[in-house]
T-cell receptor
Framework: DARVTQTPRHKVTEMGQEVTMRCQPI?????VFWYRQTMMQGLELLAY????????DSGMPKDRFSAEMPDATLATLKIQPSEPRDSAVYFC??????????FGPGTRLTVT | AQSVSQHNHHVILSEAASLELGCNYS??????LFWYVQYPGQHLQLLLK??????LVKGIKGFEAEFIKSKFSFNLRKPSVQWSDTAEYFC????????????FGAGTTVTVRA
């Protein structure tokens, strides 16, 4: 049963520190998405890739967030420097080109 | 820009009651429609999807949804809920073009009392 995996599952860090979250999409999926979920804002799309190329990162604060896909098996989301308002659950999702998306377990980030 | 509206923020009901969650979208073109479920502390899981064909789609765990194009709606139903259906439910829409972005509704929290 193929699944999207994310690491770490939990991260507690201090304000100003760099945070890197990793995602392994399901093998063969062409699209990868990063979402952020908070109580106040719900689910927000941060960035997405198709065939490893970034298609849209308009949902991401550009000054501190960056998303990359160094290869087909790894997507990363980096925050530098982190701030308390970045505390949220970050989900990665991948999908084939049939528009379905399969979500990973998420990374729960707490910035103190 | 398309938006997705879920009518109820929180629904509380007893086991064996019927459930219907409303979802409307504002985009006028052809869309793909989804319902996702998020159990407490877990990730989103796909319940069901509509791409084309029969507007009544059946998903996992006894859920079904009906696409009514004229009403821009995709309501989720379950005839008899169980305590284990306690979760948050999200409606989502993709514009059918070369755009893979899901637009999510705000979610409906469903609490089923034993």
């Amino acid at each position: 049963d193929a699944r999207v995996t994310q690491t770490p599952r939990h991260k507690v860090t201090e304000m100003g520190q760099e945070v890197t979250m990793r995602c392994q999409p399901i093998l063969g999926h062409n699209t990868v998405f990063w979402y952020r979920q908070t109580m106040m804002q719900g689910l927000e799309l941060l960035a997405y890739f198709r065939n490893r190329a970034p298609l849209d990162d308009s949902g991401m604060p550009k000054d501190r967030f960056s998303a990359e896909m160094p290869d087909a098996t790894l997507a990363t989301l980096k925050i530098q420097p982190s701030e308390p308002r970045d505390s949220a659950v970050y989900f990665c999702a991948s999908g084939p080109l049939s528009y379905e998306q399969y979500f990973g377990p998420g990374t729960r980030l707490t910035v103190t | 820009a398309q938006s997705v509206s879920q009518h109820n923020h929180h629904v509380i009901l007893s086991e064996a009651a019927s459930l219907e969650l409303g979802c409307n979208y504002s985009y006028g073109g052809t869309v793909n429609l989804f319902w996702y479920v998020q159990y407490p502390g877990q990730h989103l899981q796909l319940l069901l999807k509509y791409f084309s064909g029969d507007p009544l789609v059946k998903g996992i765990k006894g859920f079904e949804a009906e696409f009514i194009k004229s009403k821009f709606s995709f309501n989720l139903r379950k005839p008899s809920v169980q305590w284990s259906d306690t979760a948050e439910y999200f409606c989502a829409v993709i514009k059918l073009s070369n755009d893979y972005k899901l637009s999510f509704g705000a979610g409906t929290t469903v609490t089923v009392r034993a």
